[in-house]
């Protein structure tokens, strides 16, 4: 069967050179006469991958000296906790905007440890906007700030991030991370699951300011503490090292495409061919409000359960597949990760247009 166009959430799409790159030395990586998944993480080659792989983020995201990059385990669900353990000192509060399912999941992880000031939320219009917050809202003596720049399910995305002061600002940019140019100096962490814009699951990079590291909670696990990792260069035990490989991988294809900033311009024109056609279509549209769009996670409805399920059905057929929206909002979602081509964009609003004028 021939590749099809796979719109998935996570694990989404990875380029198709990254693919054939890991098929050619998935047996025999370079001199080493075995697979990376055979190799032991503390070997001569798998230290160069994971530098190289440390190298080339570093790179990709301009990130300054006094952060430190770690490739750890857990998912970004892991961090919902860890965060609080490793920052928590003494209000144990946390400045939130709640946009969605993700907020609300750090939210409750939080609660575990602490509390949790709420800036502002959009669950009144259904998390189809990014709230304007107020900044005598922001506490001064929280322990951070935190936000999801891009909210995989809901489709919004911020585009200018708030000026907490002393405040660290913490943001799970797990499925728009090195989509566009961000100022990492903004932030105290970021933080992202590997699988939609990195490489495969298994993988979550943290980037955390140095300040941050090495005053966790009494009660932290060894492996919930960042200094455990940054002492041991993310070698404190076993990582996961074919992700790291393929990560690498993944970060010399982008490094090649231009870089990030490149990657941005080929994202928006992507995005804007799927939003161009959905403003103006007369059986699909955009539940969220234009400013706050996401560029990675696009929903779209018809309004009828069963021309959507009719719709998901008949793109399938068609090689485009993995759109139906996610279970808790229905519908329809089109992920449009780094490594979609333009092509596979245009291909599904060439099926929508047959498939508006074939159920008008
Ligand atoms: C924004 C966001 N945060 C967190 C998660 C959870 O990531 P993981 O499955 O790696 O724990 C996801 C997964 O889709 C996500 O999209």
Not at 25 to 38: I, P, W
Not at 331 to 346: F, Q
Request: hydrophobic share 40%; with cysteine.
């Amino acid at each position: 069967m021939a590749r099809v166009y796979n719109f998935s959430a996570g694990p989404g799409v990875l380029p198709e050179p990254v693919l054939k790159k890991a098929a050619s030395e998935l047996v025999e990586y370079k001199e080493a006469g075995m697979s990376v998944m055979e190799m032991s993480h503390r070997s001569k080659a798998f230290e160069e991958i994971i530098q190289s792989a440390e190298r080339l983020f570093r790179e990709l995201m301009q990130i300054p000296q006094n952060y430190h990059v770690l490739f750890l385990q857990g998912g970004a669900t892991s961090q919902f906790s860890m965060i609080p353990l490793n920052l928590f000192r003494k209000s144990n509060k946390v400045d939130l905007v709640h946009t969605g399912t993700w907020t609300k999941k750090a939210m409750e992880e939080i609660k575990h440890y602490g509390t949790v000031n709420l800036i502002a939320s959009s669950e009144d219009k259904n998390f189809s906007y990014i709230p304007k917050l107020e900044k005598n809202k922001f506490s001064k003596d929280a322990e951070y700030f935190y936000i999801c720049s891009n909210n995989t399910i809901e489709g919004t995305r911020y585009t200018a991030y708030p000026d907490t002061g002393g405040v660290p600002l913490i943001a799970d940019m797990s499925s728009h991370i090195l989509s566009e140019v961000i100022d990492v100096n903004k932030f105290g962490i970021i933080f992202a699951g590997a699988q939609k814009n990195i490489g495969p699951a298994g993988l979550t990079i943290i980037v955390v300011r140095e300040d941050l590291v090495g005053h966790a909670m009494e009660i932290t696990p060894v492996m919930f503490n960042y200094a455990t990792h940054v002492e041991n260069k993310s070698l404190y035990n076993t990582p996961p090292t074919y992700s790291i490989y393929m990560a690498k991988l993944v970060f010399e294809w982008l490094k090649n495409l231009g870089g990030v900033a490149a990657m941005q311009k080929i994202n928006k024109e992507k995005a804007d061919i799927l939003y161009n056609f959905l403003d103006n279509s007369s059986i699909f549209k955009s539940p969220i409000v234009r400013e706050d769009r996401s560029l990675m996670n696009i929903p779209f409805v018809t309004g009828s359960k069963d021309l959507d399920a009719k719709f998901v059905k008949e793109a399938k057929n068609a090689g485009l597949v993995t759109l139906e929206g996610h279970r808790s909002v229905g519908g329809m979602r089109a992920s449009i990760y780094n490594a979609m081509p333009a092509e596979g964009v245009k291909k599904l609003v060439d099926f929508m247009k047959k498939f508006e004028s074939e159920n008008k």
